[in-house]
């Protein structure tokens, strides 16, 4: 399938550089079919059913972008000390991590690399623009560590408009994150609250949570022609027996699994089976979703605006309908909606 079938022109102005406040106040665009309607988010619990559930990514974002300082390379204190930057994007093992670093012909193996604090990182090997770096925490717990260290690593959209600040420690985060790992936020989820959660559950919608580490391959464009050529980058994920054991039941009952962004949604899809059940997950998924493919397991996806020829519009087009999304779009270029992931929301049923 071509990727250019996947592109759109976004005027630059409609890319949000900081979310809505509050959280909930956000615009969703609701798509079904052929039919579009403009709502706010905070209307999401008259647009669902009582025995519906909804299911959230409680994936939490590390503060990945590191500074540091490469050390010289001999006792004598000769050679140069080099600014370095390390942007986290995979763990490997323990306190070791893979990451994208610049400049990164200053490095090579063994260098070694002082971050702020008390963090230090052994460079293991690079290759290219990426290294494997293995941290010293001088006997702190290592995420404390990177807390103290480093900043949140926003989307290059963002990144290039504006340094990343303190605010974006916490709106850069969901209210659902718990379980350490991700270098980007699920951010479909960023648009809720606890009053949102409390009108839903009030409304009978009932809610879990899987986990889906995003990684930095999230943000990497499609650089070929056409999809099958594409190789999709890889993400750890997990549904626990209790989870799987409660949206199956959901499903049981009639209600329908309202995937909260396109990681839940991925990962859900990774999981099932071809009758839709949930099987407990917790591996890595590389699930790539285009056109033509067949949803098991998810009826509604909430998500965000993604950027034209990646494979987060590849995905709403595969769920909603190419023509359908294409058209919500121009919809939403001409209203004025907020893109990306700091921008307004969708609201989409599945295509038959």
Known sequence: MRVDLFDFDLPPERIA??????????????????????KIVRDLPSLLRPGDLFVA?????????????????????????VAIEATLHKEVSKNCWRAFVRPAKRLREGDLI??????????????????????????????????????MPLPPYIARKRPAGD???????????????????PTAGLH??????????????????????????????????????HKMHSEWGEITDAQAAQINEARAAGGRVIAVGTTSLRLLESAADEDGTIKPFASETDIFITPGYRFKAVDMLMTNFHLPRSTLFMLV????????????????????????????????????
Do not use: W
């Not at 956000?26 to 309607?37: D, F, Q, T």
């Not at 009978?204 to 990684?215: A, K």
């Open 167 to 185: 605010e974006d420690k916490a709106s850069y985060q969901t209210m659902f994150a718990d379980e350490a790992g991700s270098v980007a936020a």
């Open 317 to 352: 087009c595969a769920f909603a309908g190419t023509d359908a999304m294409k058209a919500a779009y121009a919809h939403a270029i001409e209203k004025d909606y907020r893109f990306y992931s700091y921008g307004d929301a969708c609201l989409l049923e599945r295509a038959p």
């Open 114 to 151: 002082a971050f702020k604090g008390e963090l230090r990182a052994i460079v293991k090997s690079r290759d290219g623009a990426e290294a494997v770096l293995q941290f010293e925490t001088g006997g702190r717990n290592f995420l404390s560590a990177l807390d103290e260290a480093g900043v």
């Open 17 to 38: 550089l900081s979310p809505a406040n509050p959280r909930d106040s956000a615009r969703m665009l609701c798509v079904a079919g052929e039919s579009i309607a403009d």
């Open 57 to 81: 990514n409680d994936t939490k974002v590390i503060p990945a972008q590191l500074f540091g300082t490469r050390a010289p390379r001999d006792e004598h204190q000769q050679s140069e000390a």
């Open 192 to 229: 809720f609250t606890p009053s949102l959660i409390a009108a839903l559950t009030e409304r009978g919608v009932d809610q879990t949570t899987i986990t889906l580490h995003v990684g930095a391959g999230t943000f990497l464009p499609v650089s070929v022609d056409d999809t099958a050529d």
